[in-house]
């Protein structure tokens, strides 16, 4: 019977060089959500059949975060029927986008517009967005939406 090899120290290394990859990837999102969206407080917009989805608004970047829920996602509008959406991913893309522009819209900024998006997983996507408005110095009361941890003004 023939005796199989070891593994040389090549294939050793490319495996922990592609380990190593993965695994920053999922910590480059992570570091970068955390570092600018972290200290802000979220915000809820609602679209379509009663979705609620979380905003996140850095104002002074000019880019905000929009998060969904795993079990809306996996159900789609039929939370409270007892059928199941078959392809709720298959709108995912425009509801972000149509909760991103409901957000600007019900903020009073309806003359901004969304200029790139970036997503982060099934949860999680990134908008930009430009406005002809200078942005706002830091400390600047600007509208707010409800949302689920009001600031310490709204308190």
């Known amino acids: 019977m023939r005796k199989r090899a070891a593994p040389g120290p090549l294939r050793l290394s490319l495996g922990a060089l592609i380990l190593g ?3 920053a990837g999922c910590t480059t999102g992570f570091a970068y959500i955390s570092r600018n969206y972290v200290a802000l407080t979220p915000q809820v917009v609602t679209i379509g059949c009663k979705e609620p989805y979380e905003v996140y608004d850095n104002r002074q970047l000019r880019r905000m975060l ?4 795993a079990l809306r996602e996996y159900a789609g509008c039929n939370l409270s029927e007892v059928r199941i959406d ?3 991913g298959a709108t995912r893309v425009t509801r972000f986008r149509t909760a991103a522009r409901a957000y600007l819209d019900e903020t ?3 003359d ?3 200029t790139g998006e970036t997503v982060f997983d099934s949860l999680k ?3 930009a967005y430009a406005c002809d408005a200078p942005v706002e110095r830091r400390g600047t009361v600007v509208p707010r939406l409800p949302g689920r941890n009001p600031g310490a003004a709204q308190r």
Do not use: T
């Open 21 to 23: 990859s993965a695994l």
């Open 66 to 69: 929009v998060v969904s829920n």
């Open 86 to 88: 078959p392809e709720p």
């Open 108 to 110: 009073v900024r309806e």
């Open 112 to 114: 901004c517009r969304i």
């Open 125 to 127: 996507s990134e908008f």
